[in-house]
């Protein structure tokens, strides 16, 4: 069925519906209905919070996510062309890694029953296929290392009580570790020629890994009595540096400085993180300044980051005018005179750091805990970070978001439903407002092993288990990010008139043009709002194909597929698709209602 419809405003554009629209909604325009918020796009004049191209920023901070957990990446190739992914995350990865009893690299071999074997050199298999995944993907790496002791060093103890002798030994490990993955991603000759980027990450929120015993709610309340710690060694103890004779484990509540550091205690820097995020980024440095790297590896980019802090000490500390374990990771790294070392005669922890990481999950605009609002905002936590990257001389230092989602909440439907891409539509244009330079989505897909996924996980596939066989279901943020992905050229202008529930994201090229309209508020309540869209300055005239792409509680939603009779497919569905002409630089839209969700107009010249 074709209809047509035309307008009688100053250079509008004539519309010719081919398909998937409404025909009566055509006679609804900006121009005949006042009352209808009209979003304007000037697409002569180009918008940069970043400093820089604003939408290749915007894609950069999604465009990561943590390795798949059940034994392969091959279902998830569609998806890393659809949302244009550039890093895989691989957590964890290295657990297995280890040296032998000659002190080569290579992998701890480990039985079926879960016994540690002996010590194979050459490689380190979890680690290896998954570097191998993110070559043969197109993609770079992103390691985050050392979570845990690995096996030939438990014999010692916590890295604390360590002889010079066995921090040698422990340097070496990661000396070697760090060869090998550079050795193995930037080799020219493999798949794709190898990654571009290895960045290496230590430890995973170690402010608040292990933030209570093992047994703490064994009983209510809790007995200390019954407090006890994880081993040492892999998927074992998080704070595997730390000595835990030092402190009073069975002291709770924590009565003084004697008791043992609990989630976000600052004692975990210069006795957790900070002593192993130096070995590294030492070696780092040392590799990547040596002769031959650069030769050997032209245009390729070793880099350490950190410390990937959960951002929970922002709400801990803030409020009481102390500074953050964020602010103080900063000031041991790269102040020379914020810790003497003895040993050395020089600062203790003072290392190269290339990008400061950090993560962030829910309530972006008025903070994601009630009890401290103002501090825990993101806008609050990136400009208490830039302050103090500018007091230590470093203002330009990126910011790398290297894990967010819209909730850790895994009992609600923010992440698998409207909700969530509203979410993170509204949340990605916050963080180009801020500065944020790359980032990267918690996870690939919710799945670990054969088993169905966690559907509440911020992942963007869902993992399902049907008459026996894996099947994988985008879920919503992950088609918001394919909108994203389909813009091209820069930002332009976009004017949403206030006040509006509605926000937009507007990007043209010489021959295509595309807006992302959004509908968002905190609390998530269904609100529809009705608006037309105005382009303006379009540098080319003539017949345009136009598509809309939707959003909402009804479409290409998984909680809808999931839980309406008719399941309503979850992947991105196109909901209108006409022809249209721009004329003097001019195309109006018609008018359309969204409710909570994401809509995305896009017209490309014929």
Same mark, same amino acid.
């Given at each position: 069925?074709?209809?047509?419809?035309?307008?009688?405003?100053?250079? =509008?554009?004539?519309?010719?519906?081919?398909?998937?629209?409404? +025909?009566?909604?055509?006679?609804?325009?900006?121009?005949?209905? +006042?009352?209808?918020?009209?979003?304007?796009?000037?697409?002569?004049?180009?918008?940069?919070?970043?400093?820089?191209?604003?939408?290749?920023?915007?894609?950069?901070?999604?465009?990561?996510?943590?390795?798949?957990?059940?034994?392969?990446?091959?279902?998830?190739?569609?998806?890393?062309?659809?949302?244009?992914?550039?890093?895989?995350?691989? %957590?964890?990865?290295?657990?297995?890694?280890?040296?032998?009893?000659?002190?080569?690299?290579?992998?701890?071999?480990?039985?079926?029953?879960?016994?540690?074997?002996?010590?194979?050199?050459?490689?380190? /298999?979890?680690?290896?296929?998954?570097?191998?995944?993110?070559?043969?993907?197109? %993609?770079?790496?992103?390691?985050?290392?050392?979570?845990?002791?690995?096996?030939?060093?438990?014999?010692?103890?916590?890295?604390?009580?360590?002889?010079?002798?066995?921090?040698?030994?422990?340097?070496?490990?990661?000396?070697?570790?760090? *060869?090998?993955?550079?050795?193995?991603?930037?080799? &020219?000759?493999?798949? $794709?020629?190898?990654?571009?980027?290895?960045?290496?990450?230590?430890?995973?929120?170690?402010?608040?890994?292990? +933030?209570?015993?093992?047994?703490?709610?064994?009983?209510?309340?809790?007995?200390?009595?019954?407090?006890?710690?994880?081993?040492?060694?892999?998927?074992?103890?998080?704070?595997?540096?730390?000595?835990?004779?030092?402190?009073?484990?069975?002291?709770?509540?924590?009565?003084?400085?004697?008791?043992?550091?609990?989630?976000?205690?600052?004692?975990? #820097?210069?006795?957790?993180?900070?002593?192993?995020?130096?070995?590294?980024?030492?070696?780092?440095?040392?590799?990547?300044?040596?002769?031959?790297?650069?030769?050997?590896?032209?245009?390729?980019?070793?880099?350490?980051?950190? &410390?990937?802090?959960?951002?929970?000490?922002?709400?801990?500390?803030?409020?009481? /005018?102390?500074?953050?374990?964020?602010?103080?990771?900063?000031?041991?790294?790269?102040?020379?005179?914020?810790?003497?070392? &003895?040993?050395? /005669?020089?600062?203790?922890?003072?290392?190269?750091?290339?990008?400061?990481?950090?993560?962030?999950?829910?309530?972006?605009?008025?903070?994601?805990?009630?009890?401290?609002?103002?501090?825990?905002?993101?806008?609050? #936590?990136?400009?208490?970070?830039?302050?103090?990257?500018?007091?230590?001389?470093?203002?330009?230092?990126?910011?790398?978001?290297?894990?967010?989602?819209?909730?850790?909440?895994?009992?609600?439907?923010?992440?698998?439903?409207?909700?969530?891409?509203?979410?993170?539509?509204?949340?990605?244009?916050?963080?180009?407002?801020?500065?944020?330079?790359?980032?990267?989505?918690?996870?690939?897909?919710?799945?670990?092993?054969?088993? +169905?996924?966690?559907?509440?996980?911020?992942?963007?596939?869902?993992?399902?288990?049907?008459?026996?066989?894996?099947?994988?279901? &985008?879920?919503?943020?992950?088609?918001?990010?394919?909108?994203?992905?389909?813009?091209?050229?820069?930002?332009?202008? =976009?004017?949403?008139?206030?006040?509006?529930?509605?926000?937009?994201?507007?990007?043209?090229?010489?021959?295509?043009? /595309?807006?992302?309209?959004? $509908?968002?508020?905190?609390?998530?309540?269904?609100?529809?709002?009705?608006?037309?869209?105005?382009?303006?300055?379009?540098?080319?005239?003539?017949?345009?194909?136009?598509?809309?792409?939707?959003?909402?509680?009804?479409?290409?939603?998984?909680?809808?597929?999931?839980?309406?009779?008719?399941?309503?497919?979850?992947? #991105?569905?196109?909901?209108?698709?006409?022809?249209?002409?721009?004329?003097?630089?001019? %195309?109006?839209?018609?008018? *359309?209602?969204?409710?909570?969700?994401?809509?995305?107009?896009?017209?490309?010249?014929?």
């Amino acid at each position: 069925m074709v209809l047509s419809a035309s307008r009688t405003r100053l250079g =509008a554009a004539l519309l010719v519906v081919t398909c998937f629209s409404n +025909p009566a909604s055509f006679a609804q325009t900006a121009a005949s209905t +006042p009352s209808v918020a009209t979003i304007a796009v000037d697409a002569a004049t180009i918008v940069s919070d970043s400093g820089g191209d604003d939408l290749a920023t915007l894609k950069n901070i999604f465009q990561g996510a943590n390795a798949p957990q059940d034994g392969t990446i091959a279902p998830m190739r569609q998806l890393i062309a659809d949302v244009g992914l550039r890093r895989l995350r691989l %957590l964890q990865a290295d657990t297995l890694c280890d040296l032998d009893s000659n002190g080569r690299f290579g992998e701890r071999q480990l039985d079926p029953s879960g016994q540690f074997g002996p010590v194979i050199a050459g490689g380190c /298999g979890p680690l290896d296929t998954q570097i191998d995944w993110a070559i043969s993907s197109g %993609l770079s790496v992103h390691i985050a290392a050392a979570s845990f002791m690995p096996v030939s060093f438990v014999q010692s103890g916590p890295a604390e009580t360590w002889s010079m002798t066995e921090l040698d030994r422990y340097r070496s490990y990661v000396d070697q570790l760090v *060869r090998h993955v550079v050795q193995r991603a930037f080799d &020219p000759t493999a798949v $794709n020629g190898g990654a571009q980027r290895v960045v290496f990450e230590c430890s995973n929120e170690l402010d608040i890994a292990e +933030p209570e015993p093992v047994n703490f709610q064994a009983v209510t309340p809790p007995d200390p009595a019954q407090f006890a710690l994880l081993p040492l060694g892999p998927w074992g103890r998080f704070l595997w540096w730390i000595d835990p004779s030092t402190y009073k484990l069975q002291e709770w509540p924590v009565v003084d400085d004697q008791a043992y550091p609990y989630s976000t205690d600052p004692r975990r #820097l210069a006795r957790g993180l900070l002593p192993i995020q130096k070995i590294f980024a030492d070696r780092i440095e040392a590799i990547r300044s040596e002769a031959g790297f650069s030769s050997a590896y032209p245009g390729r980019m070793l880099e350490i980051a950190g &410390p990937a802090f959960s951002s929970v000490s922002f709400y801990h500390y803030s409020p009481s /005018g102390l500074p953050t374990l964020e602010e103080r990771f900063l000031e041991q790294s790269l102040d020379p005179t914020a810790s003497f070392d &003895p040993v050395t /005669g020089g600062a203790r922890f003072q290392a190269p750091l290339d990008r400061f990481s950090f993560h962030f999950y829910g309530d972006f605009q008025n903070g994601w805990i009630p009890q401290a609002p103002s501090y825990t905002t993101l806008a609050y #936590l990136v400009q208490t970070i830039r302050a103090k990257l500018a007091k230590l001389n470093r203002p330009s230092m990126p910011l790398f978001l290297s894990e967010w989602g819209p909730s850790v909440d895994t009992s609600s439907d923010v992440n698998y439903s409207h909700k969530g891409a509203a979410w993170a539509a509204a949340f990605l244009k916050e963080a180009v407002r801020l500065g944020i330079a790359d980032g990267s989505y918690l996870m690939l897909h919710d799945g670990i092993g054969y088993d +169905p996924g966690l559907i509440g996980m911020p992942s963007l596939m869902h993992k399902m288990i049907i008459d026996g066989a894996a099947s994988y279901q &985008p879920k919503p943020v992950a088609n918001v990010l394919r909108m994203f992905a389909m813009m091209s050229g820069q930002r332009r202008a =976009a004017t949403v008139p206030a006040p509006s529930a509605l926000d937009a994201f507007a990007a043209s090229d010489g021959v295509s043009a /595309g807006i992302v309209v959004f $509908n968002y508020n905190s609390t998530f309540i269904d609100a529809p709002q009705t608006f037309s869209v105005e382009f303006d300055n379009v540098p080319f005239d003539g017949a345009v194909n136009v598509r809309r792409y939707l959003v909402d509680a009804n479409t290409s939603n998984l909680a809808a597929y999931l839980l309406q009779p008719t399941r309503p497919d979850p992947t #991105l569905q196109v909901v209108e698709e006409f022809t249209a002409t721009v004329q003097d630089g001019r %195309l109006i839209l018609p008018v *359309r209602t969204l409710g909570l969700g994401v809509t995305f107009w896009q017209f490309t010249a014929r």
